[in-house]
């Protein structure tokens, strides 16, 4: 699986285009500003895009839904609790398969009530959930810091350390890190009871 990880747009944005290494088939995550550098992307590698996914419903990575799609044909994954239009409904537990290659869908509500990360070949990618030293905001419609304290401490803690963490922001002092790495360094990934944490979220 090679990750191509694009920053976008003013609110430093990580869009993804993740390539089956044996097929060229791929997958689009989170399309928002920027599109020619994704269809630059796509054009250099003669990639095959088998599917288009938004890791949660939010504007800034949601905004090139339409004109992605119109350009590649190809279908749009949300979760299911999601109210934007969407082609294809997922749920924890879900498998996305492009090409030889897999992502498993993990459910992890407290950013927003359809934030999702994937899973699969040593990677995650997280969304607004998890970020290099921080996670999403929980003061927007449908965020919840209790439910994103058991989507970080009941989910994305058990996973293993060595993961590469691919966040859907660049807010951290580098572009990537691993679960293993965040354990130590990130605050909201310090044990804590569910209080602490929602008196630390505020």
């Known amino acids: 699986m090679i990750v191509h990880q694009i920053q976008v747009g003013n609110m430093q944005n990580f869009c993804y285009i993740i390539e089956d290494d044996d097929t060229r088939e ?6 928002s500003w920027d599109l020619l550098e994704l269809e630059m992307v796509i054009k250099e590698h003669d990639l095959k895009i088998k599917y288009i996914v938004n890791t949660h419903h939010h504007f800034d990575h949601t905004i090139g839904n ?5 350009s590649t044909k190809a279908p749009l994954i949300q979760h299911e609790n999601s109210e934007l239009k969407h082609d294809i409904s997922v749920k924890d537990g879900d498998i996305i398969e492009f090409g030889n290659s897999k992502l498993k869908v993990l459910h992890t509500p407290g950013h927003s009530k359809d934030s999702i990360c994937l899973v699969g070949d040593g990677k995650i990618f997280s969304g607004d959930t998890l970020f290099v030293g921080n996670c999403g905001r929980i003061d927007l419609p449908g965020g919840s810091a209790k439910e994103l304290y058991h989507s970080l401490f009941d989910v994305l803690y058990s996973l293993d350390d060595n993961l590469v963490l ?31 944490f929602l008196d630390m979220m505020g």
Do not use: W
């Open 166 to 196: 691919y966040p859907g922001h660049n807010y951290g002092h580098k572009e990537t890190s691993t679960i293993g790495q965040e354990k130590i360094t990130n605050m909201v990934l310090q044990k804590r009871t569910e209080q602490q």
């Open 66 to 70: 339409e004109a992605i799609v119109e």
């Open 26 to 31: 791929s997958i689009i995550i989170d399309p």
